[in-house]
């Protein structure tokens, strides 16, 4: 119900039921068809669609982008919000498609992507539509994927006031990511002890093996001088014959 009342609210501010242009016809029977969970046939609608202006093509990939957000279809719905976002308008179209691009990039844990993004929607978008502090949370934990500790802390500078319960938040989970990077650490100290202790126990392996393999050596020459000698005996014997 609250899907279909936000999404009638959204036709009214876009204009879209104001026309009666077959553009608009068809939108609306998109955006209907949205709103009540037909997500398939609001596909086939938007797919019958073709827009003659700037205008119709960002409304277009707009709802699009929204339908396969909501089939989960998040690559194609990421290349239609791209589109929406190749105009720089800053309204909102252009504010929900970049919400909607971090929010597909973190889902994806693709954190350079949600860095970017986020940077732009909260030096140019803000609170305007009250999702600022979801974007301060993707950006942070984005921030904190990455190893940028030094922008984590301008961030946590800059809204704590405003913010504080998400730069709280955020703080736990920089420190968790440091508990993990110390056992990382740790982890591999102890493998690379184990490949030390292992390269060692080789080495004497070896050794020994060499000193084995000269102690052999020795063995088959006294071998040899010992036939060599019985052969001496034997021809000394046939001599005094």
């Known amino acids: 119900m609250m899907l279909r009342i936000l999404f009638g609210i959204i036709c009214v501010l876009l204009g879209v039921f104001g026309h009666s242009s077959e553009f608009e016809k068809s939108l609306g029977l998109a955006i209907s068809n949205i709103s009540s969970k037909n997500y398939l046939e609001a596909l ?61 990039s973190f889902l994806e844990n693709n954190y350079e992507n949600v860095r970017e993004y986020s940077e732009t929607y909260l030096s140019e978008i803000g609170d305007i539509y009250g999702l600022e502090a979801n974007v301060l949370y993707m950006y942070g934990n984005a921030l904190i994927n990455t190893d940028r500790f030094s922008t984590f802390s301008y961030i946590k500078s800059k809204y704590s006031k405003k913010y504080p319960n998400i730069i709280s938040l955020l703080e736990k989970e920089e420190s968790s990511k440091e508990e993990i990077r110390k056992k990382k650490e740790y982890e591999i100290l102890q493998i690379r002890e184990t490949l030390k202790n292992i390269d060692s126990k080789i080495e004497k392996i070896l050794k020994k093996n060499d000193e084995e393999y000269t102690r052999l050596l020795a063995i088959l020459e006294i071998l040899q001088l010992k036939e060599e000698t019985l052969k001496l005996k034997k021809y000394k014997l046939i001599l005094d014959e």
């Open 44 to 104: 086939n609608v938007l797919n019958s669609i073709v827009p003659k202006s700037i205008e119709e093509s960002r409304k277009y990939n707009f709802y699009k982008g929204k339908t396969y957000y909501l089939l989960e279809d998040f690559q194609r719905a990421l290349e239609s919000f791209k589109k929406v976002l190749e105009y720089k308008t800053n309204d909102f179209l252009f504010a929900s498609s970049l919400y909607d691009c971090i929010s597909i």
